[in-house]
């Protein structure tokens, strides 16, 4: 093939349902249910948790399955226009099991000159990077934990998806938006305490957020149709009807970048 250098400029993806997004917060907040409401929706569910929701669904418990339904989804002959994957974690570790044995080994480490991690690596950022370049809306849903990073003056506690670094490294450059879901506490206008879920969508010291498109706000609610009024710029109910997440007589109590479950792992 003949290449030539182009002669217009691209034009930015705005659609919503084009966007690849990373997704993480502690278990139960609401992520699945969240991803759930993104058009035409399919999970690659790689982890027990879904029973909850009427939703369509692939079951990838092997890297085996994950490849085959990667092919069909890249194939085109479906009506789906997002493609979820619950989650990018379990879908990390399938691919390491994957090469591992292929290879003969147990562990990552067990080949010298870190090999093992370089083909692991190399795997996972050939088939995220392939998803990325579909024509579909790709949301990769973590865990959040809690990390303590070490610096030359000192230390402090940063959230981040619970992805091992050599994995995160590669889903933070492929995503155009990093979503942290958190709590946020307040009292109504009753003097009753309120729990908010919120999505934190703007790049702080204490947690891991993002958002190369520059449409979303710097905190909203754990809402589909609230986000979508956000990133669309259009009017939402839901928006309308929600408490601004930690706008309340009292300030927020919720630590942002402090993760309630589990304690902090050193970096």
């Not at 993806?13 to 058009?39: M, N, R, V």
């Not at 610096?151 to 050599?166: F, V």
Request: net charge positive; proline share 7%; aromatic share 8%.
């Amino acid at each position: 093939m003949t290449m030539t250098l182009p002669t217009t400029k691209t034009k930015p993806i705005t659609e919503i349902d084009k966007q690849t997004i990373l997704l993480y917060a502690i278990p139960k907040l609401g992520k699945s249910t969240f991803a759930s409401k993104f058009p035409e929706a399919v999970f690659f569910e790689c982890e027990p948790g879904l029973n909850h929701l009427e939703v369509f669904k692939v079951p990838t418990y092997s890297w085996e399955a994950f490849l085959e339904a990667c092919k069909l989804i890249a194939k085109g002959d479906h009506q789906f226009k997002t493609i979820v994957i619950d989650t990018v974690d379990n879908a990390f570790k399938m691919c390491s099991d994957y090469v591992c044995a292929k290879h003969g080994i147990e562990y990552e480490g067990d080949m010298g000159h870190g090999k093992g991690w370089a083909l692991v690596k190399n795997e996972w950022h050939r088939v995220l990077t392939r998803m990325a370049s579909l024509p579909y809306g790709l949301i990769l849903i973590s865990h959040a934990v809690d990390k303590t990073i070490e610096t030359r003056t000192g230390e402090y506690t940063k959230t981040t998806p619970s992805l091992p670094d050599r994995a995160r490294n590669v889903v933070l450059g492929l995503v155009d938006i990093i979503l942290y879901g958190d709590s946020v506490s307040r009292k109504d206008t009753a003097g009753n305490i309120v729990v908010d879920r919120v999505l934190r969508t703007k790049p702080h010291p204490t947690y891991e957020a993002g958002d190369r498109t520059g449409r979303l706000p710097e905190m909203l609610p754990l809402d589909y149709a609230a986000f979508h009024s956000a990133f669309t710029g259009t009017n939402s109910s839901s928006t309308a009807q929600s408490p601004a997440p930690g706008k309340g007589p009292a300030a927020s109590t919720s630590n942002p970048g402090s993760t309630p479950a589990g304690k902090a792992v050193k970096q």
